[in-house]
Each structure stands twice: as structure tokens, then as C-alpha cells.
């Protein structure tokens, strides 16, 4: 297991709450009418629910959400579905990394913990549908010019990741609104790491009237800084190390930004540096040895529209945002750590600053000069 999960003794008394057909605090369902008559029973028993939206493959940034829902709700339902409207045709849906049995473990433990430490907790329900039942009319297209119904956000969806990933934002926005209108949760969670998806899901909850509050929880990291993702166990080690470049430039300009300079041509320019350094070093130690990645964007961007911002307004605030593709390895030795997948497919990697504007409530990786 890549985590330790403290254990905790069973209860013996373990399911007096539950309301679920099955005797566990612990299920796994697949049915949408199942989930629509669970609801029903929730909302007459004036019970709340947290849905944690995920595409599997849990680490400790999805388990910092699903805390987060379980210390908020008295039931938390976290979705495992590797959507794949929002994979480009090029893209890896066929190689997402799918880990089951230990995602399962990995919740299970949780519903335990849960049910220990927050006296109200009912149950955690794990929804797990295949994709006839999330598409029921056509098969899912990952063609910008496919047909089906969809759910599109413009222009934010076009912008920064959407600029790269066309199909990408349609997608999570389709498969979002599916997911709401199936759990009907009070409060849904979501993590920073992948901002601009968090500021489309809020854009979207407020255009189409959704009865739900978006929750957004900060960006856990590992101890170097790299923002935890499912893609990463294909870094491997040389470019699992090369990697927080990208934390270490948005970190770089966050410092440009406390110490006074608002300019994106200065906070860019502080970025840079540390991008140019790197893949100086980089370049020198040879195709044995080296990581070598592009840089797809790194923007400072409008805190709601996600558009280039020239001059920050200390009063707004701005997010210090970017985008790297860690290129295949070349010269993979024999016995090296090369990743899951052997080092052949590039890695995207994405991460985020938000520069708090003055007076709003701060949290997470957020600065404030
Ligand atoms: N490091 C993290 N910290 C906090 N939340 C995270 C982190 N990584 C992912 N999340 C959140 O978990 C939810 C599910 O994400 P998802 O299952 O796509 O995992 P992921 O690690 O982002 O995978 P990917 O490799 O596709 O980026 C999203 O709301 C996402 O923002
Ligand atoms: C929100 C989401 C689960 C939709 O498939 C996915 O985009 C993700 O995991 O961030
Ligand atoms: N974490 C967002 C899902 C994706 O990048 O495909």
C-alpha cells in the first residue's frame, strides 16, 4: 500500500444507523434508482451527503477530500469512474491507472475510521457505474465534433488546460452534472490541485441552478513539493525528481509576487528562471541521465475567468498556474525505475498558486504579499 492508514479495531456495534439495504456502513453500488431511493430516505431523515467525485487510482490527496466530506456530512458517497469524455482521442483512458481492490481497502479502512472519530456518521457508499449506465443514449464520443449530450462551459473551458485538452472541460462538466444529478449531494468536493476544473464546476453549479455548495480542498503534496496525482506513478524516478520544477517555478514567482512586483512579466520572468536552469542542468547530463520535459503554459490568471492577467489587482488576487510535460525517458538503462509504463509515454503534470486577494480568507498554498 502506498500509505499508512492507521487501523482501527472494528465496532461491535458498528451498524446501528444504517439505513442501506445491506448491513455494512460500507457499500459499493452501481444502480442509479438505488442511489435515487437511498436519497430519498437521507433527505426524509434530514440526513446530509458529501460526494467526492474521482477517476480511482486513490491517494492522499483524494483521501484528504474524502475527510474533508466525512467531517461535513453524515454520509459520504465517493464516485470512481474513469470518465472518458474528457480523454482526448490521443490521450491515456486506455492506460489510466486502474487500482480497485486497493482503492476499495483504502475506503473501507476510512468508513471504519469514520465511524469512530465523527459520532454522526451513517455510511460511506462507494459508486462505481459502468459507462452504458453513465451514457445511456449514445457512446461516449471523445471527438470535439461527436454527438450526445453534453454539458459546455465557455470560454473557461477553452482556456489554459482546455486549450491543450479540446474534449477535456465538456467532459468533466458532462460527467459532473451526471454525477450531481444522480447523488443530489449537499456539498461536493473537489481538489485545487486541478483549479480551473474547481472554478468550471462552480461556474456551472450557478448557471444551471444546481442545489449543491462546491467545496475546494487545498493541493496535498509530497514532502519535495510535487502535488500528489494518479499519473505519477509513471514519472519514474529521474523524472519523478526533475518534476517539481514546475511546484518550484510557481513557488518562484509567489515570491516575486510577496515581494512586491504585480507585473506578469515579472512574476513569468521569475518563473523562467528556474525552468531555464533546470533544463539547462538537464540537457548536460546526457540521454542516460537526464529528464527532459516542454512547457505547456504557465500563466498568472484572473481568479474567476481564468483570462491573462497584466497587472495584478492586490485587491483580486491572481493564480499562478502552469503546465509541463515530462518527455519520455531515452536510454532507459536495464533494472531502472522508469515508471509504470517503462518511461515510453510523456507525463502531463499541473499545479497552482493562488495569490489571495486582500481580504478574502486564505487556506492551502495561497500567499499573500
Ligand atoms: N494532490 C491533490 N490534492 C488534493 N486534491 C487532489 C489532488 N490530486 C487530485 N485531487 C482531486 O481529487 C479529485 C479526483 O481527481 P483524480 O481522480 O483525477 O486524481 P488525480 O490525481 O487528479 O489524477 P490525474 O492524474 O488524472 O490528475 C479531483 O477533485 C482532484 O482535484
Ligand atoms: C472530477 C472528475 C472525477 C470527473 O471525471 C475528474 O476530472 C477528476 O478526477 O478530477
Ligand atoms: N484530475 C483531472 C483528470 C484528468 O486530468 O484527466
Known sequence: MPFNLKKIPAKVEAFRYHIVKSSMPFSISRSIPELWRQRRELTRRKQTIGLVPTMGALHAGHISLIRQAARENNS???????????FGVKEDLNSYPRTWNNDIDILKELCQQFEHEHRD??????????????YPGLPPTSEIAGDGSFVTITPLATLLEGASRPVFFRGVATVVM??????QPDKVYFGQKDIQ?????????????????VRVGPTIREEDGLAMSSRNVYLGKRRRAVGTVLWRALQAAAQAYAAGRTKRSELLEAAQQVISSMLESQRKLGPRKRALFEVDYISVAHPSFMTEVEDIDRRKGAVLIGAIKMLPLEDVQKGEDAGLGDGVSPVRLIDNIILQGEGNVKSGDEVTP
Open 76 to 86: 459520504v458517497y465517493v464516485s470512481i469512474y474513469v470518465n472518458p469524455t474528457q
Open 121 to 134: 456518521f451513517q455510511f460511506m457508499t462507494v459508486f462505481a457505474p459502468d459507462t452504458t449506465t453513465m
Open 178 to 183: 451526471k454525477l450531481l444529478n444522480i447523488v
Open 197 to 213: 476544473q474547481t472554478i468550471i464546476v462552480t461556474r456551472m453549479v450557478e448557471d444551471f441552478h444546481v442545489d449543491t455548495e
